[in-house]
């Protein structure tokens, strides 16, 4: 799980939120938050990783990324997650690491394989307003993450096999979101307005689900969350088991 950066004072810290590290659980993994890692760590990292869970955040993927000027100076960035989360993904896939991405884990995986983003889908003309509690300042998180509209789940994709074809309905706590696909990515499902709300990694050796919404939030309590985590740790625990397969040496036949 990559950790975000903040600011606490002076003094800059890694911070992880904890309704993540308990979904994580909930999925029958053991939570590891990463505060960072240099382009030569990231191998090294991957190679004991059985899964890589990309968190939702306050922040945005700076537009820099898809060739854009940020639109509103007032939007928290976070350019040390985006320096090193890119490279991640693309490596993570090629390595068949099972992926699991939240909110800005979704946008943050469609800039690392080529795609855009909207930075204000309320200003894009026939979208919706996707923030939580219409944008309205100074609502508190029952209201943020309310349910807030059905997606409609895509036939024959990995949503549809984890959660059956029928529509589902989601919280929605987002600014940004999905304006240009990634080549390789499959749409999973989407928001009324047509906006992408969930894609898959339509070659990808391993699992691959990234959703616009937020199934951590109390997701005990949510049997579609429930059944997306557990379908992450199932193929994360599938890569375990391969993985200690291979550590181990090789028999050599009695002679």
Not at 119 to 145: D, F, K, L, S
Not at 171 to 182: C, E, F, I, W
Request: contains cysteine.
């Amino acid at each position: 799980m990559p950790a975000c950066n903040r600011l606490l004072g002076e003094h800059p810290f890694h911070v992880a939120g904890r309704k993540y590290v308990d979904a994580v659980r909930l999925a029958g993994a053991l939570p590891l938050v990463v505060p960072s890692l240099e382009p030569d760590e990231i191998d090294e990292a991957l190679a004991f990783a059985d899964g890589l869970f990309l968190t939702g955040s306050p922040s945005n993927v700076h537009p820099s990324h898809f060739g854009e000027a940020v639109h509103d100076a007032s939007l928290p960035l976070d350019p040390l997650r985006d320096a090193w989360t890119l490279p991640l993904i693309r490596r993570a896939l090629a390595l068949g690491v099972p992926l699991f991405a939240v909110c800005r884990g979704l946008q943050e995986t469609n800039v690392a394989l080529g795609g855009s983003l909207y930075q204000a889908v309320q200003e894009v003309a026939g979208r919706h307003e996707h923030r939580g509690a219409g944008g309205r300042a100074g609502a508190g998180a029952a209201e943020m993450y309310a349910p807030a509209h059905a997606v409609q789940v895509q036939p024959g994709g990995v949503l549809a096999r984890v959660l059956g074809p029928d529509d589902v309905v989601v919280n929605s706590v987002h600014g940004q979101g999905v304006n240009r696909l990634a080549a390789g990515l499959r749409v999973e499902a989407l928001a009324p307005d047509g906006l992408v709300e969930a894609f898959s990694v339509a070659d990808a050796p391993a699992f691959s689900l990234c959703v616009q919404w937020h199934p951590e939030w109390q997701a005990a309590e949510n049997p579609v969350s429930l059944r997306l985590l557990r379908a992450f740790g199932e193929a994360c625990r599938a890569r375990q088991r391969e993985r200690l397969r291979r550590a181990q040496p090789e028999e050599v036949p009695d002679r």
